[in-house]
């Protein structure tokens, strides 16, 4: 696990900000901000170290991933010529300076999977990334073309992460990807949802088709998967990807004139955005977390949380509690 950073520059330099002349001035705008910090070490590389990023290991090879990902649904659905798109370029340049390499996307968020293309070929980091895509079609001949359309659009051969969206068309797409990954075409196959209302059918999906993935919705205020596809996958070793973390940003508007908790500053969190991400990836079960902004500044909030101490148990349900 990293350390917890020893100062703002340092972790600002870590993550490429002070360079993009980005940090200070927004970053200021914290609403908290760190406990009292030790003098600034001397920039040699050690605050690389001091701020490197948590990994996990995938469960079925043991290849560790970033614990902080991002998830393109939203945020990334703009138009390739757009000022958003250029703001993404900075976001993804942040995000991979930062040690980030998880990006999920999906052929049914209109043209994210050409945005997520564009950029990775335009800043060279294809190989940087742990690239997660979806099958979200009715027969097999849909499915052969939408993967292809996949492939076409992201600028790639192959994906790292294949998995079935939603639980739609389950067996037809289940055994699609489980053939491509036979081919070579995926590294990894898995399911997702979103709702909790799914996740009793997740659950009993991963007991019957044991997928190397599953990714599903958890949050302070949406924490049933604790109970309910999480110890599944831990027992079966199935890695888990977190969705909604933020429950699609309505988080922030819960938190407004909130304080953080007096125990923030002891983890090294200052904003409820780290707060929220830190209590996803406190679980064992959770590989990674995947929250979608377009934002260069958040997106560096956001990879905050990838270092330094998780919560304990009892700060875990103090946070349950506060949004129930
Ligand atoms: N069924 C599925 O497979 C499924 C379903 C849902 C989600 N997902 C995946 O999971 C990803 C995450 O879920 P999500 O995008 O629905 O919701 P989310 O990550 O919970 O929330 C995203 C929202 O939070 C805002 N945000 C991000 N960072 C912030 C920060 N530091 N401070 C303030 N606001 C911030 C974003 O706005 P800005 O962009 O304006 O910053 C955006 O509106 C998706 O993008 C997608 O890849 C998959």
């Given at each position: 696990?990293?350390?917890?950073?020893?100062?703002?520059?340092?972790?600002?330099?870590?993550?490429?900000?002070?360079?993009?002349?980005?940090?200070?001035?927004?970053?200021?705008?914290?609403?908290?901000?760190?406990?009292?910090?030790?003098?600034?070490?001397?920039?040699?590389?050690?605050?690389?170290?001091?701020?490197?990023?948590?990994?996990?290991?995938?469960?079925?090879?043991?290849?560790?991933?970033?614990?902080?990902?991002?998830?393109t649904s939203g945020?990334?659905e703009?138009?390739?010529?757009?000022?958003?798109?250029?703001?993404?370029?900075?976001?993804?340049?942040?995000?991979?300076?930062?040690?980030?390499?998880?990006?999920?996307t999906s052929p049914n968020y209109s043209n994210a999977e050409?945005?997520?293309?564009?950029?990775?070929?335009?800043?060279?980091?294809?190989?940087?990334?742990?690239?997660?895509t979806k099958l979200a079609a009715d027969?097999?001949?849909a499915?052969?073309?939408q993967?292809?359309d996949s492939?076409?659009r992201?600028?790639?051969?192959?994906?790292?992460?294949?998995q079935v969206h939603n639980?739609r068309?389950?067996?037809?797409?289940?055994?699609?990807?489980?053939?491509?990954?036979?081919?070579?075409?995926?590294?990894?196959?898995?399911?997702t949802?979103?709702?909790?209302?799914?996740?009793?059918?997740?659950?009993?999906?991963?007991?019957?088709?044991?997928?190397?993935?599953?990714?599903?919705?958890?949050?302070?205020?949406?924490?049933?998967?604790?109970?309910?596809?999480?110890?599944?996958?831990?027992?079966?070793?199935?890695?888990?990807?977190?969705?909604?973390?933020?429950?699609?940003?309505?988080?922030?508007?819960?938190?407004?004139?909130?304080?953080?908790?007096?125990?923030?500053?002891?983890?090294?969190?200052?904003?409820?955005?780290?707060?929220?991400?830190?209590?996803?990836?406190?679980?064992?079960?959770?590989?990674?977390?995947?929250?979608?902004?377009?934002?260069?500044?958040?997106?560096?909030?956001?990879?905050?949380?990838?270092?330094?101490?998780?919560?304990?148990?009892?700060?875990?349900?103090?946070?349950?509690?506060?949004?129930?």
């Open positions: 696990m990293g350390a917890i950073m020893t100062g703002r520059r340092e972790f600002l330099s870590t993550i490429g900000l002070v360079g993009a002349g980005l940090a200070f001035p927004r970053l200021a705008a914290c609403a908290q901000e760190p406990s009292p910090q030790p003098p600034p070490k001397k920039s040699s590389g050690a605050e690389r170290v001091a701020g490197k990023m948590l990994t996990r290991k995938i469960p079925s090879t043991g290849q560790a991933l970033p614990v902080i990902g991002v998830g945020s990334y703009v138009p390739l010529t757009s000022a958003e798109y250029k703001s993404l370029e900075t976001v993804l340049r942040v995000f991979f300076e930062g040690g980030g390499s998880v990006i999920d050409d945005v997520v293309g564009a950029l990775l070929a335009g800043g060279g980091w294809r190989d940087q990334t742990f690239l997660a027969d097999r001949a499915l052969e073309h993967w292809a492939l076409r992201l600028r790639v051969e192959r994906v790292e992460l294949l639980l068309n389950l067996d037809q797409a289940l055994g699609y990807a489980r053939e491509l990954k036979a081919r070579g075409l995926t590294r990894y196959i898995g399911i949802h979103y709702l909790d209302s799914a996740q009793a059918e997740v659950a009993r999906v991963l007991r019957a088709e044991r997928p190397d993935f599953v990714q599903i919705n958890y949050s302070v205020q949406s924490p049933r998967a604790a109970d309910t596809v999480f110890p599944v996958a831990q027992e079966l070793g199935v890695a888990v990807l977190v969705n909604r973390a933020f429950e699609d940003g309505r988080l922030f508007t819960a938190a407004q004139n909130r304080a953080l908790p007096a125990w923030a500053a002891e983890i090294g969190v200052t904003s409820w955005a780290q707060m929220f991400l830190k209590f996803a990836i406190s679980h064992s079960a959770v590989t990674a977390v995947i929250p979608a902004t377009g934002k260069p500044e958040r997106q560096a909030d956001n990879l905050r949380a990838g270092v330094g101490p998780l919560l304990d148990a009892r700060q875990q349900s103090e946070l349950r509690a506060m949004f129930a």
